[in-house]
Nanobody, 123 residues
Framework: HVQLVESGGGAVQTGGSLRLSCASSRYNYSSYCMGWFCQAPGKEREGVAAIYTGGSTATYADSVRGRFKISRDNVKRMVFLQMNSLKVEDTAMYYC?????????????????WGQGTQVTVS
């Protein structure tokens, strides 16, 4: 059973930075795509960033490209989201998610495992 626990959210002013972390339970972590998603009140959940198993390839939503950076540590089974130049519109609950890569794209909606989320508020 895969368990994901996010941390690092909080309240920050426009232009500030936050670093989100996601710790994963013991499983074949390096075989999984890891992603960050966000959901603002009244809006649908959307993908923010995804990182492939080796950690060298990542994808980003257009709204965050150049400001956010996703990274992973396969030894510690953790994934991170460095968020810079934060905007009010980045305010949302941020979720870490995992899905087996199986040779497919990590840009998918059907991630299998989800954390409880961490709130990011930018004002």
């Amino acid at each position: 059973h895969v368990q994901l626990v996010e941390s690092g959210g909080g309240a920050v002013q426009t232009g500030g930075s936050l670093r989100l972390s996601c710790a994963s339970s013991r499983y074949n972590y390096s075989s999984y795509c890891m992603g960050w998603f966000c959901q603002a009140p009244g809006k649908e959940r959307e993908g923010v960033a995804a990182i492939y198993t080796g950690g060298s390839t990542a994808t980003y939503a257009d709204s965050v490209r150049g400001r956010f950076k996703i990274s992973r540590d396969n030894v510690k089974r953790m994934v991170f989201l460095q968020m810079n130049s934060l905007k009010v519109e980045d305010t949302a609950m941020y979720y870490c998610a995992a899905v087996r890569a199986d040779g497919r794209s990590c840009v998918r909606d059907e991630y299998a495992y989800w954390g409880q989320g961490t709130q990011v508020t930018v004002s």
